[in-house]
């Protein structure tokens, strides 16, 4: 649900990366963080338990045009990939715009993969939201791995609906910003529905 700053004349943007733990959804962010001109960014804010990478989110505004002559602001929001935070999953899928999935390439974790994507369709079902509708990447992170599972293989296996995806290595930033600005065009498509 976007919210629009009619005083700033803004339109603020939620993009949520989901994923199973420690696939790299903190490093995509990171990344992108590092590489986004200090003027159009906030803060990046980052809580580490012991057990996951990311206890709560992290938040990046990104500028990115105009709809009907309003900036576009995307506010960028990991979820704790351990099932134990299912409370704060939910609560950071609430008022999303679109999700990257982000799937960790290695073979031990291809049933990791499918669990959390079960576990993001019935969240966002919790929310109102209909995964087969919403702005939604898939994010084949770890390519770099000797243990990566062929990329056709894991897209039979995690494919929902056809949706655009993108290989990645996301310490180099292979695939980030691609994946980003995928889910970012989605989500303007769909305000300039509106």
Request: some cysteine.
């Amino acid at each position: 649900m976007t919210f629009i700053n009619y005083a700033a004349r803004e339109i603020n943007c939620k993009i949520v990366y989901y994923g199973p733990g420690l696939c790299g959804k903190t490093t995509n962010l990171q990344y992108i963080y590092d590489r986004t001109n200090p003027a159009a960014k906030g803060k990046l804010i980052s809580l580490a338990t012991e057990t996951d990478r990311t206890l709560f989110f992290d938040f990046l505004p990104l500028d990115l045009g105009t709809v009907k002559g309003f900036k576009t602001r995307f506010h960028l929001y990991t979820v704790p990939g351990q099932v134990f935070y299912d409370a704060s999953r939910k609560l950071i899928l609430k008022g999303v715009d679109g999700v990257v999935f982000v799937a960790d390439s290695q073979e031990a974790r291809m049933e990791a993969n499918a669990e959390s994507i079960r576990n993001l369709d019935k969240n966002l079902k919790d929310q109102g939201y209909d995964i087969s509708v919403i702005p939604y990447v898939l994010q084949f992170n770890k390519r770099d791995l000797p243990t990566a599972v062929p990329s056709d293989e894991m897209y039979r296996q995690l494919n929902i609906k056809g949706e655009p995806t993108f290989e990645a290595t996301a310490p180099t930033g292979v695939g980030v910003f691609d994946t980003l600005k995928a889910v970012a065009r989605q989500v303007l498509m769909e305000l300039k529905k509106k």
